[in-house]
Structure formats: structure tokens, C-alpha cells
């Protein structure tokens, strides 16, 4: 996620609105669901009779009144009620019935509603069952067991309590919850499609599950790919499959994906990076766009609803089954991507909710407790350190024990094999209640419950939580407190997760900076086992590939993993992941094509997006332009994905970038459900032996040399820096070559070099005697012959072309090109 992705939407206390002159569909807010059947626990007990529920009035979520009402309904309960147990969260087959249990630490009362789908598409409650605080309540634990037909039955929590906004409550009793443990979230089936009266955010519940929609993994384990060895591909579910040209039975989908595995089998790729997953609102920006004649979307998904929960509508099921048919396509997706030996990192966004600022819906976090869900100022106003409206307040004990939780059933349960997390640096700033007042008083409270098996679960809610080591024995504290998020050296959620048992097995990959300033890229938290998104390898290959001067010594760093950023903290080169491009900002094509941002499309007056790309249009600006320019730009692509597989640390690729795609300049597509985004099956057939071709090779030419993914930062011995001639490598502001020989196992010796400079040269090779350099690669020329690979019948006539150059020991190079040469044994004349 990059500074400025969500432009003026996400900004705090500015509401969602349309910026064109078209037609606007604003979506009406979330629905009032109408009262059903109430019951209370001791009725449960008894016997049946009437019952009459008088419901308060109170807020929609920010001052708007309801009406008092009165609902009379017999008393038909199909279920039989018992206390339950406050673990574990969420609901929970056991026993015949199902637990469910959830925290709200402010609540003075809580009732758990069920609804059938026919019910929630009416907004009316099947069910409700009061919730006795003497009984079903453990500390801040709701907690409740229930035995009966749960057959297609959904559910959600009423919570009612304090609505003082600017105290931070925003308990509102006329709001059905999202329970943040639910492990499919029910609503709209479609995507993209409206809900009822046209509503965008229509009432949500939670599917009650069952044991009986079990999966049939086939034997599936986890792959344990090691960080050096792996090739990530970051991509998108729905834009991968989209576009007509798939051909896919099911496109857009889980499913799509699956259809199309054998493509990044055969590309090299052995791990995808999906962009968020977890249940979000896609209609969330929804309103007209004129300049395209659309609507504009939340396409990217960078707003979660549920963390559980997997994108109900990426699913070609749809909400058939109550979710558990997607569930299962999710599965099948990881298991087939197994079989062919790629790892699924999932792209989680634990630094905001969907729920937004002040002005936002009430769905889920915020109407059950949202002074301990989100970092709120004093005046109960919400830090924006996301950009988009709230920050999740990560370093709670309730919220990190939630995010863990949350990454272990992924693993567990889906067989995830690791996460890259969005705005990382968020999960390193204090919570909320680290600002209380010097020598404050605070109040834990520890319940021990004995639970299933006999095992002791300790529970700790503590509203007024600080992490400190001092104040956990109950001492005062002298000094200054430290503010909601400051940054912190150890910060109790990144060290809950390194030291996992489940978790510290899997990808960790931090985007090590957020909106609010901070910016840890090489200084990220990570007890050894976090990797990190190396903003600053994209920033300088960009420039010095595209002939920027004083960053030879620093291009030569990236290249051996960043060691100055990496070897110092005990980390390896595998902790850089090394990218050029990504969702965020422009594509590769339109790196080398646009020198500005064309983000007119987006709505919003070309504003948003960022205005440093550190991009050249090779002398033109858009696509139309010379073929000498185009010449150029095709040049520059591949001088970017060679440096990309040559240097040390994981190299990451965008969808798209393997046969050119280009979004027009467009550097922050997020709100675009159309061809921006989608993957264009047609321009790959077009270009497979071109571009495409040459990504292909490459990636095979990094997993059959040993030396281009070191387990350990490159020395003296293995590697030796060269100039224009042999071991004289320069280093001074005005020089645009970089050049270097690697000894590898496999391949012998290696000979990599690139010329950034606007004027052709003449290098002279390395005496390798008994041996004479040949071109493996060299992007000055066009396809075929940018790679000619042993097995190549016209690499005898390419390499003849270069005899007498290369019988001298010498190699031309062309301005803005790289080469890459193997040695071969010399033949006697």
C-alpha cells in the first residue's frame, strides 16, 4: 500500500462521495433489522409463553435516533440453552451444539441473534437470545452453548452499553454485529451487484458452523520452500481471471486461478502473493465515474470487514451453503497450487478496518468494543496513521491475541504458507492506553476458566491495558507514558508472532512503513524471521537504471541483497524482497513509458496517486511514439527483470508484468473493476515470444545457478567487482557501469554487467584462461536473440557474430543495455 492509494475517500471525517458531474448511486447506510422472535435464557429453561421486548431507543451509530418499539411474538425456541465457556472466540461445534463466545469489555448486555438467509435478506431476526451477564459472562467474555437444528442458520451479537462518541463508546443495542471470529460473513452473493434498495451495505451475519462440511485435502503439506529459493508473483484473484480472454469457466474467481496455475508453473513462478483475500465491501467507493461511463469499486480490497472470513464473492458459489462452499474453494486453490509446487502468501491488512473514520458504517469492531479495537484520540477521535479513517489498535492484548489467532487459522485451517502485511509498521506502534496519566491506576483482570480437556485458559481484559513490564507486577511507573503510536523497540504483537510455535514457521513479510511518517525499512522489528518489502532496492535500481548519476555504489548493494541495510541486524540477503514494481504504482511497461501520472480515470482529478515515480519515458510520453523509442522501452524492461533475477534476496514480480501490461499511466488503479486491472490472456499469447519469453527464461536461469540466491551476503572469494576493464570497478558520481563475475556450482563462473549510460562501450572480459566468454544474455538485442539459451539451434550463428570481439577478450555494449556471459572452454583453431 503505498502513502497515497486511497486519495481524498479514505481521508479522516471526509464521507465517501462522487467527484463527477454523472449520475451518483449513493448507498443508503446499514439497514435497521426488523424484530423477531426474542427469547431469554430463563424462558429457555421454562416453559413456552408470549413475550413482549420492549427495544430503546438509541443511536444509528453517530446521533441519528430510532423509534421505540414493540414487537409481541410467541415463543418457539429450537434450541436448548446452557451457560457455554468463554474459549475459544467465535462459534464452535462441540458437543452436538455449537459455543459461541465473544469479548466486549464495555457492554452492559449482550444478545446473540440468529437469522436464517430468507431472514437477514429482510432484515428480520429468527431468534434472539438475551445473554444473562451472571451466567454467560466470564470477565469481558459473552459466552453462550446452544443445542438444535442450525441447518442454514446465521448469527451476529446486539450489544448494548455507553454511546459517548466522544468518550470512544459506540454501543448501539439496534445493531447486529459481525462477530470478528466468524469464519464466513453472509450478505450480498454477487459481486458488484447491489443489495437490496440498492444498498451497499446491507446487514452482514456470520455463518454458524458445522462439522459436517469437511475438506478433502489429498495428503497436502506444506511445501517449507526456502526464502532464497523462492520467485513471488503478487496478483490479484479477480483480475487475474477477469478478462474475456481468459477462456475460463469460472473467471474471477477462486477457481479461475486454479484454471490458469499451469501458467506460472511454466512462467517459474513458486510462490503467489495474493492481494487481500479476507471478506471485504467492494462496493464501498461505489459511485458513478463519469470519465469511464462506470461505477468505481473497491477493487483492490484493502478495507477487510473480517479477517476469518475469505472474499464471500471471489467464491463461484457465491453464498451457497452459507459460505462453505467458498471456504472450500479457497482450499482448493491452496491444494492445487501445492501440487505444483508453488507456496500461497495471503496479503493481510491488520493496520484498518472497513469501518473508517468518524463517518464510517458500524459493522462489527467498532459497536463491540471500540476503545479496544481502535487507537483513539483523547476526545475519542480516531488516529489516521493508515490513511484510511482508523488504526487498528495492534498492540492490545485482545487485539493481538485476535491477530494471531487470526494468522493461525489461516495456517491450520487453510493451509496458508505465510503473509505479507500491509502497512506493517503500524503493528509496531503503542496501543491505545499507553497515553494514561503519570502513575495511573490499572485494573487486570485474570479469569481462569476450565475448559475442554481440562486445559486453563487465563484471560486478561484489560480496558486500561499498558504493555510494561514494571506495571504488570503492579508498581506506579515513573515518567512520561508513552502516546498511542509510538513506535517501539519490541513491540508485544510482533513478538507474539515471531515466537509462535505455528507462526514462526511461515513467510513473514513486513511493508515496513506507513501514512503516519514511519518508515522501518531495514530497521523492522524481526527476530530473525522477518522479511521485508525493500522500498529502497526499487528506488535505486529505478534510478540507476534509467541513467541517474551517484548510485553505482549503491545499485552494487542492492544487487548483494542490501547488506548494508540486512547484515548488520543478523539477517540474511532472503530478508530483501526485491521488487520494481507492484500493485502499487506503475506497471513495468509504463514505467519506462510515462514520466508522469495519468490517474484521470480514477475520478478525482488526477490528485491522487503518487507524483515520485522515478520513471523515464525513454524521450516520449504515452504509448504512441517512435520505434526507436519503443526499441528503448523494451530495453529497459528487460535491464529491469535481469536485475531482478541476478541480485541477491527474493525477487518479487507484478501480474502482468511478464508480457507488458499497461494501465495507461494509471499509478493507483485501486477503484477499477474493468481492463486497468484485468490480466490480458490475449497480450500474453501475443507476446510469448517476445517479453514473455524472456521472463521465462530468466527465472529458469536464477533456479538453475546456484549463486544468484545465496543463503548468506556474497564475499570476495565468490564474487569480484569490475569496470570497464577487469577488477577496476567504478565508483564515482558520474559513473552509470557496474560490473561483476560470480563463481557458481552449477554454471562455473558468471560475467554480469550494465551499462546505464546514453553511449554505447567496449568492456574488456576477464582472462579466464583455457576458456572464452560467450553471451547467455544480452537485452541490447531483440527477440529471439535477447536470450539464447545451450539448447538454442541459432546460438552457434549469434555467438559467430561476436567471434572477433570475443577472441580478444572484449564485449560491445550499447548504451542502456546489460549482458549476462557464461565461460566456455576454448577451442584450438
Request: charged content about 20%.
Given at each position: 500500500?503505498?502513502?497515497?492509494?486511497?486519495?481524498?475517500?479514505?481521508?479522516?471525517?471526509?464521507?465517501?462521495?462522487?467527484?463527477?458531474?454523472?449520475?451518483?448511486?449513493?448507498?443508503?447506510?446499514?439497514?435497521?433489522?426488523?424484530?423477531?422472535?426474542?427469547?431469554?435464557?430463563?424462558?429457555?429453561?421454562?416453559?413456552?409463553?408470549?413475550?413482549?421486548?420492549?427495544?430503546?431507543?438509541?443511536?444509528?451509530?453517530?446521533?441519528?435516533?430510532?423509534?421505540?418499539?414493540?414487537?409481541?411474538?410467541?415463543?418457539?425456541?429450537?434450541?436448548?440453552?446452557?451457560?457455554?465457556?468463554?474459549?475459544?472466540?467465535?462459534?464452535?461445534?462441540?458437543?452436538?451444539?455449537?459455543?459461541?463466545?465473544?469479548?466486549?469489555?464495555?457492554?452492559?448486555?449482550?444478545?446473540?441473534?440468529?437469522?436464517?438467509?430468507?431472514?437477514?435478506?429482510?432484515?428480520?431476526?429468527?431468534?434472539?437470545?438475551?445473554?444473562?451477564?451472571?451466567?454467560?459472562?466470564?470477565?469481558?467474555?459473552?459466552?453462550?452453548?446452544?443445542?438444535?437444528?442450525?441447518?442454514?442458520?446465521?448469527?451476529?451479537?446486539?450489544?448494548?452499553?455507553?454511546?459517548?462518541?466522544?468518550?470512544?463508546?459506540?454501543?448501539?443495542?439496534?445493531?447486529?454485529?459481525?462477530?470478528?471470529?466468524?469464519?464466513?460473513?453472509?450478505?450480498?452473493?454477487?459481486?458488484?451487484?447491489?443489495?437490496?434498495?440498492?444498498?451497499?451495505?446491507?446487514?452482514?451475519?456470520?455463518?454458524?458452523?458445522?462439522?459436517?462440511?469437511?475438506?478433502?485435502?489429498?495428503?497436502?503439506?506444506?511445501?517449507?520452500?526456502?526464502?532464497?529459493?523462492?520467485?513471488?508473483?503478487?496478483?490479484?484473484?479477480?483480475?487475474?481471471?477477469?478478462?474475456?480472454?481468459?477462456?475460463?469457466?469460472?473467471?474471477?474467481?477462486?477457481?479461475?486461478?486454479?484454471?490458469?496455475?499451469?501458467?506460472?508453473?511454466?512462467?517459474?513462478?513458486?510462490?503467489?502473493?495474493?492481494?487481500?483475500?479476507?471478506?471485504?465491501?467492494?462496493?464501498?467507493?461505489?459511485?458513478?465515474?463519469?470519465?469511464?461511463?462506470?461505477?468505481?469499486?473497491?477493487?483492490?480490497?484493502?478495507?477487510?470487514?473480517?479477517?476469518?472470513?475469505?472474499?464471500?464473492?471471489?467464491?463461484?458459489?457465491?453464498?451457497?451453503?452459507?459460505?462453505?462452499?467458498?471456504?472450500?474453494?479457497?482450499?482448493?486453490?491452496?491444494?492445487?497450487?501445492?501440487?505444483?509446487?508453488?507456496?500461497?502468501?495471503?496479503?493481510?491488512?491488520?493496520?484498518?478496518?472497513?469501518?473508517?473514520?468518524?463517518?464510517?458504517?458500524?459493522?462489527?469492531?467498532?459497536?463491540?468494543?471500540?476503545?479496544?479495537?481502535?487507537?483513539?484520540?483523547?476526545?475519542?477521535?480516531?488516529?489516521?496513521?493508515?490513511?484510511?479513517?482508523?488504526?487498528?489498535?495492534?498492540?492490545?492484548?485482545?487485539?493481538?491475541?485476535?491477530?494471531?489467532?487470526?494468522?493461525?487459522?489461516?495456517?491450520?485451517?487453510?493451509?496458508?504458507?505465510?503473509?505479507?502485511?500491509?502497512?506493517?509498521?503500524?503493528?509496531?506502534?503503542?496501543?491505545?492506553?499507553?497515553?494514561?496519566?503519570?502513575?495511573?491506576?490499572?485494573?487486570?483482570?485474570?479469569?481462569?476458566?476450565?475448559?475442554?480437556?481440562?486445559?486453563?485458559?487465563?484471560?486478561?481484559?484489560?480496558?486500561?491495558?499498558?504493555?510494561?513490564?514494571?506495571?504488570?507486577?503492579?508498581?506506579?511507573?515513573?515518567?512520561?507514558?508513552?502516546?498511542?503510536?509510538?513506535?517501539?523497540?519490541?513491540?508485544?504483537?510482533?513478538?507474539?508472532?515471531?515466537?509462535?510455535?505455528?507462526?514462526?514457521?511461515?513467510?513473514?513479510?513486513?511493508?515496513?512503513?506507513?501514512?503516519?511518517?514511519?518508515?522501518?525499512?531495514?530497521?523492522?522489528?524481526?527476530?530473525?524471521?522477518?522479511?521485508?518489502?525493500?522500498?529502497?532496492?526499487?528506488?535505486?535500481?529505478?534510478?540507476?537504471?534509467?541513467?541517474?548519476?551517484?548510485?553505482?555504489?549503491?545499485?552494487?548493494?542492492?544487487?548483494?541483497?542490501?547488506?548494508?541495510?540486512?547484515?548488520?541486524?543478523?539477517?540474511?540477503?532472503?530478508?530483501?524482497?526485491?521488487?520494481?514494481?507492484?500493485?502499487?504504482?506503475?506497471?513495468?511497461?509504463?514505467?519506462?513509458?510515462?514520466?508522469?501520472?495519468?490517474?484521470?480515470?480514477?475520478?478525482?482529478?488526477?490528485?491522487?496517486?503518487?507524483?515520485?515515480?522515478?520513471?523515464?519515458?525513454?524521450?516520449?510520453?504515452?504509448?504512441?511514439?517512435?520505434?526507436?523509442?519503443?526499441?528503448?522501452?523494451?530495453?529497459?524492461?528487460?535491464?529491469?527483470?535481469?536485475?531482478?533475477?541476478?541480485?541477491?534476496?527474493?525477487?518479487?514480480?507484478?501480474?502482468?508484468?511478464?508480457?507488458?501490461?499497461?494501465?495507461?499511466g494509471n499509478n493507483n488503479s485501486y477503484c477499477h473493476d474493468n481492463y486497468i486491472n484485468y490480466f490480458r490472456w490475449d497480450k500474453k499469447e501475443e507476446y510469448s515470444l517476445d517479453f514473455y519469453q524472456f521472463c521465462r527464461l530468466m527465472?529458469?536461469?536464477?533456479?538453475?545457478?546456484?549463486?544468484?540466491?545465496?543463503?548468506?551476503?556474497?564475499?570476495?572469494?565468490?564474487?569480484?567487482?569490475?569496470?570497464?576493464?577487469?577488477?577496476?570497478?567504478?565508483?564515482?558520481?558520474?559513473?552509470?557501469?557496474?560490473?561483476?563475475?560470480?563463481?557458481?556450482?552449477?554454471?562455473?563462473?558468471?560475467?554480469?554487467?550494465?551499462?546505464?549510460?546514453?553511449?554505447?562501450?567496449?568492456?574488456?572480459?576477464?582472462?579466464?584462461?583455457?576458456?572464452?566468454?560467450?553471451?547467455?544474455?544480452?537485452?541490447?538485442?531483440?527477440?529471439?536473440?535477447?536470450?539464447?539459451?545451450?539448447?538454442?539451434?541459432?546460438?552457434?550463428?549469434?555467438?559467430?557474430?561476436?567471434?572477433?570481439?570475443?577472441?580478444?577478450?572484449?564485449?560491445?555494449?550499447?548504451?542502456?543495455?546489460?549482458?549476462?556471459?557464461?565461460?566456455?572452454?576454448?577451442?584450438?583453431?
Amino acid at each position: 500500500m503505498e502513502l497515497s492509494r486511497c486519495g481524498s475517500f479514505c481521508m479522516p471525517s471526509i464521507p465517501v462521495i462522487g467527484f463527477s458531474s454523472g449520475p451518483i448511486r449513493q448507498c443508503p447506510a446499514l439497514p435497521q433489522p426488523k424484530l423477531g422472535i426474542s427469547t431469554r435464557l430463563a424462558e429457555l429453561r421454562r416453559m413456552r409463553r408470549s413475550v413482549k421486548e420492549v427495544v430503546r431507543a438509541g443511536s444509528d451509530g453517530f446521533g441519528t435516533q430510532t423509534e421505540t418499539a414493540v414487537v409481541e411474538k410467541p415463543k418457539l425456541s429450537r434450541f436448548e440453552v446452557s451457560a457455554g465457556l468463554p474459549t475459544p472466540f467465535g462459534a464452535t461445534p462441540v458437543d452436538g451444539g455449537v459455543n459461541f463466545a465473544v469479548f466486549s469489555g464495555g457492554a452492559v448486555s449482550a444478545t446473540l441473534c440468529l437469522l436464517s438467509p430468507s431472514d437477514l435478506r429482510e432484515n428480520t431476526v429468527t431468534e434472539q437470545i438475551s445473554l444473562d451477564p451472571s451466567i454467560n459472562r466470564t470477565g469481558d467474555v459473552w459466552h453462550v452453548f446452544l443445542k438444535g437444528d442450525f441447518t442454514d442458520m446465521l448469527y451476529g451479537y446486539k450489544f448494548e452499553g455507553k454511546f459517548s462518541p466522544d468518550e470512544g463508546y459506540l454501543y448501539d443495542a439496534t445493531k447486529i454485529l459481525l462477530d470478528p471470529y466468524a469464519k464466513a460473513v453472509i450478505s450480498r452473493g454477487e459481486y458488484g451487484v447491489l443489495g437490496p434498495e440498492d444498498n451497499c451495505w446491507p446487514q452482514m451475519a456470520g455463518t454458524v458452523p458445522s462439522n459436517y462440511n469437511e475438506f478433502d485435502w489429498e495428503g497436502d503439506l506444506p511445501l517449507k520452500i526456502h526464502h532464497k529459493d523462492l520467485i513471488i508473483y503478487e496478483m490479484h484473484v479477480r483480475g487475474f481471471t477477469k478478462h474475456e480472454s481468459s477462456n475460463c469457466q469460472f473467471p474471477g474467481t477462486y477457481l479461475g486461478v486454479v484454471e490458469k496455475l499451469d501458467h506460472l508453473k511454466e512462467l517459474g513462478i513458486n510462490c503467489i502473493e495474493l492481494m487481500p483475500c479476507h471478506e471485504f465491501n467492494e462496493l464501498e467507493y461505489f459511485n458513478y465515474n463519469s470519465v469511464l461511463g462506470d461505477y468505481r469499486m473497491n477493487f483492490w480490497g484493502y478495507s477487510t470487514i473480517n479477517f476469518f472470513s475469505p472474499m464471500i464473492r471471489y467464491s463461484s458459489a457465491g453464498t451457497s451453503n452459507d459460505g462453505s462452499s467458498a471456504i472450500n474453494e479457497f482450499k482448493l486453490l491452496i491444494r492445487e497450487a501445492h501440487k505444483r509446487g508453488i507456496e500461497v502468501i495471503m496479503d493481510v491488512v491488520f493496520n484498518h478496518t472497513a469501518e473508517g473514520n468518524e463517518a464510517g458504517p458500524i459493522v462489527s469492531f467498532r459497536g463491540i468494543d471500540n476503545s479496544v479495537y481502535y487507537m483513539l484520540a483523547p476526545k475519542g477521535e480516531f488516529y489516521n496513521y493508515s490513511g484510511c479513517g482508523n488504526t487498528f489498535n495492534c498492540n492490545h492484548p485482545v487485539v493481538r491475541q485476535f491477530i494471531v489467532d487470526c494468522l493461525r487459522y489461516w495456517v491450520t485451517e487453510m493451509h496458508v504458507d505465510g503473509f505479507r502485511f500491509d502497512l506493517a509498521s503500524i503493528m509496531t506502534r503503542s496501543s491505545r492506553f499507553f497515553d494514561l496519566m503519570k502513575h495511573a491506576k490499572f485494573s487486570f483482570k485474570f479469569i481462569i476458566a476450565e475448559i475442554n480437556y481440562n486445559v486453563l485458559f487465563i484471560l486478561c481484559s484489560s480496558f486500561q491495558s499498558l504493555w510494561d513490564a514494571i506495571n504488570v507486577h503492579g508498581n506506579p511507573i515513573d515518567g512520561d507514558l508513552l502516546t498511542t503510536g509510538t513506535p517501539l523497540d519490541s513491540p508485544p504483537l510482533i513478538d507474539l508472532i515471531s515466537n509462535d510455535p505455528v507462526l514462526r514457521g511461515v513467510k513473514l513479510i513486513a511493508e515496513a512503513w506507513d501514512t503516519g511518517g514511519l518508515y522501518q525499512v531495514g530497521t523492522f522489528p524481526h527476530w530473525g524471521v522477518w522479511s521485508e518489502w525493500n522500498g529502497k532496492y526499487r528506488d535505486i535500481v529505478r534510478q540507476f537504471i534509467k541513467g541517474t548519476d551517484g548510485l553505482s555504489g549503491a545499485f552494487a548493494e542492492c544487487l548483494c541483497g542490501s547488506p548494508n541495510l540486512y547484515q548488520e541486524g543478523g539477517r540474511k540477503p532472503w530478508n530483501s524482497i526485491n521488487f520494481v514494481c507492484a500493485h502499487d504504482g506503475f506497471t513495468l511497461a509504463d514505467l519506462v513509458t510515462y514520466n508522469n501520472k495519468h490517474n484521470l480515470a480514477n475520478g478525482e482529478d488526477n490528485n491522487d496517486g503518487e507524483n515520485h515515480n522515478n520513471s523515464w519515458n525513454c524521450g516520449q510520453e504515452g504509448d504512441f511514439a517512435s520505434i526507436s523509442v519503443q526499441r528503448l522501452r523494451k530495453r529497459q524492461m528487460r535491464n529491469f527483470f535481469l536485475c531482478l533475477m541476478v541480485s541477491q534476496g527474493v525477487p518479487m514480480i507484478y501480474m502482468g508484468d511478464e508480457y507488458g501490461h499497461t494501465k495507461g499511466g494509471n499509478n493507483n488503479s485501486y477503484c477499477h473493476d474493468n481492463y486497468i486491472n484485468y490480466f490480458r490472456w490475449d497480450k500474453k499469447e501475443e507476446y510469448s515470444l517476445d517479453f514473455y519469453q524472456f521472463c521465462r527464461l530468466m527465472m529458469k536461469f536464477r533456479h538453475e545457478s546456484e549463486s544468484l540466491g545465496l543463503n548468506s551476503f556474497p564475499t570476495s572469494e565468490r564474487l569480484q567487482w569490475h569496470g570497464h576493464v577487469p577488477g577496476k570497478p567504478d565508483w564515482s558520481e558520474t559513473s552509470r557501469f557496474v560490473a561483476f563475475t560470480l563463481i557458481d556450482s552449477v554454471q562455473g563462473e558468471i560475467y554480469i554487467a550494465f551499462n546505464t549510460s546514453h553511449l554505447p562501450i567496449t568492456i574488456t572480459l576477464p582472462e579466464r584462461p583455457g576458456h572464452r566468454w560467450e553471451p547467455l544474455v544480452d537485452t541490447g538485442k531483440s527477440a529471439p536473440f535477447d536470450f539464447i539459451p545451450a539448447d538454442d539451434p541459432q546460438r552457434g550463428m549469434a555467438v559467430s557474430q561476436y567471434a572477433h570481439f570475443l577472441n580478444a577478450n572484449l564485449y560491445p555494449m550499447i548504451s542502456y543495455s546489460s549482458i549476462i556471459l557464461l565461460l566456455s572452454p576454448e577451442i584450438a583453431v
